[in-house]
């Protein structure tokens, strides 16, 4: 498996967005119809972040956040949580945090209305990215939409370029928005390059197929899983939405993943939870087939919360929930 040095400063450095979202008290009603909303920290990266924190890993960010009081309410945000914040820059240019208004029409239907045109997280640039604070970490994790414009894509990139030279094992989340990308030739170029060069590539089967566009593949996982494989990664985990995900690796096993049953509220923020509690899991030593055990009781828990980054679990919180479902309806987690 994956040697994580746990020793350094840090356990994890997220790089990308980080955002508002506004989710809605008002349930079971279309957005037009929506006139209460609580507010919260988002973004894939920095719920991956909070969730991480929550788990007890020390946790980074490299990032961009307006120069205004929500810029201010993410900073607070992370410190409270722990999170070091010596990496995230204000924008010098007026431009705003990206803001996110969800729907939860039902338990099974939910949609996002996003606001991302010139948005703070996209303005990270190279000089953004210190070598030093790369190697600091035991892990850096690059989301998809910190690849889908310039300058924040040179800026990835970069990081990916230390994180190598450092050895410091790299995560692919895909985290694809369609919001930004020019065109799907350009998704399949930038994903695919970072792809190639990853340790661990987690993304659902549409994210997969976006990536491999241009490689000829028959869109199965196990096609999939044969060619990253194949390349750098040691681990590649594919998620097919409410009927949960498959996960391929080199020396642990290919799993079969359920999502462990709940009623949910919305069907958003399941991801991020997911990837929090797999990579805590894996970088703690845990057999892989419990990691993703993990991942899977987190997403549940979050898919039936209002919040994502306020509702990420502690690590008791996350074994008892286990424990709790394990005992009414067994494991959810099978060899492929």
Same mark, same amino acid.
């Given at each position: 498996?994956?040697?994580?040095?746990?020793?350094?400063?840090?356990?994890?450095?997220?790089?990308?967005?980080?955002?508002?979202?506004?989710?809605?008290?008002?349930?079971?009603?279309?957005?037009?119809?929506?006139?209460?909303?609580?507010?919260?920290?988002?973004?894939?990266? #920095?719920?991956?972040?909070?969730?991480?924190?929550?788990?007890?890993?020390?946790?980074?960010?490299?990032?961009?956040?307006?120069?205004?009081?929500?810029?201010?309410?993410?900073?607070?945000?992370?410190?409270?949580?722990?999170?070091?914040?010596?990496?995230?820059?204000?924008?010098?240019?007026?431009?705003?945090?990206? /803001?996110?208004?969800?729907?939860?029409?039902?338990?099974?239907?939910?949609?996002?209305l996003m606001y991302r045109e010139g948005v703070a997280d996209l303005q990270l640039c190279p000089d953004d %990215?210190?070598?030093?604070?790369?190697?600091?970490?035991?892990?850096?994790?690059?989301?998809?939409? #910190? /690849?889908?414009?310039?300058?924040?894509?040179?800026?990835?990139?970069?990081?990916?370029?230390?994180?190598?030279?450092?050895?410091?094992?790299?995560?692919?989340?895909?985290?694809?928005?369609?919001?930004?990308?020019?065109?799907?030739?350009?998704?399949?170029?930038?994903?695919?390059?970072?792809?190639?060069?990853?340790?661990?590539?987690?993304?659902?089967?549409?994210?997969?197929?976006?990536?491999?566009?241009?490689?000829?593949?028959?869109?199965?996982?196990?096609?999939?899983?044969?060619?990253?494989?194949?390349?750098?990664?040691?681990?590649?985990?594919?998620?097919?939405?409410?009927?949960?995900?498959?996960?391929?690796?080199?020396?642990?096993?290919?799993?079969? %993943?359920?999502?462990?049953?709940?009623?949910?509220?919305?069907?958003?923020?399941?991801?991020?939870?997911? #990837?929090?509690?797999?990579?805590?899991?894996?970088?703690?030593?845990?057999?892989?087939?419990?990691?993703?055990?993990?991942?899977?009781?987190?997403?549940?828990?979050?898919?039936?919360?209002?919040?994502?980054?306020?509702?990420?679990?502690?690590?008791? #919180?996350?074994?008892?929930?286990?424990?709790?479902?394990?005992?009414?309806?067994?494991?959810?987690?099978?060899?492929?």
């Amino acid at each position: 498996m994956i040697s994580f040095d746990t020793g350094k400063r840090l356990h994890i450095i997220p790089v990308g967005r980080v955002a508002i979202d506004f989710n809605p008290t008002d349930y079971n009603r279309p957005l037009n119809e929506s006139s209460n909303f609580s507010k919260y920290l988002g973004g894939s990266p #920095a719920n991956i972040a909070v969730g991480m924190a929550r788990l007890g890993d020390r946790v980074g960010f490299l990032g961009r956040v307006s120069d205004d009081q929500f810029g201010t309410y993410v900073t607070d945000y992370f410190r409270n949580e722990g999170i070091d914040v010596s990496h995230i820059f204000r924008c010098e240019h007026g431009e705003k945090l990206g /803001l996110t208004f969800t729907e939860m029409l039902s338990p099974t239907e939910s949609s996002i209305l996003m606001y991302r045109e010139g948005v703070a997280d996209l303005q990270l640039c190279p000089d953004d %990215v210190d070598e030093a604070y790369i190697a600091s970490s035991a892990c850096l994790l690059i989301s998809g939409t #910190a /690849l889908c414009t310039s300058p924040t894509r040179e800026a990835s990139l970069k990081a990916l370029a230390y994180a190598l030279r450092n050895g410091v094992p790299v995560v692919f989340d895909a985290d694809y928005r369609a919001y930004t990308w020019k065109s799907l030739d350009e998704i399949a170029i930038y994903t695919s390059l970072v792809a190639e060069k990853a340790d661990i590539i987690m993304g659902s089967r549409e994210e997969f197929d976006l990536m491999e566009r241009l490689l000829g593949l028959d869109g199965t996982d196990e096609q999939s899983a044969a060619y990253w494989l194949g390349r750098k990664a040691e681990i590649c985990v594919i998620k097919h939405g409410k009927s949960g995900s498959h996960a391929y690796s080199r020396s642990d096993g290919n799993w079969d %993943v359920k999502p462990f049953p709940v009623t949910a509220l919305k069907g958003f923020g399941g991801g991020d939870g997911y #990837a929090s509690s797999f990579l805590h899991a894996l970088m703690a030593g845990v057999p892989l087939n419990e990691a993703l055990e993990r991942g899977s009781a987190s997403a549940a828990m979050l898919v039936a919360s209002h919040a994502c980054s306020k509702d990420m679990p502690t690590e008791e #919180a996350l074994l008892a929930f286990i424990a709790e479902e394990k005992a009414k309806y067994g494991t959810v987690v099978k060899k492929l």
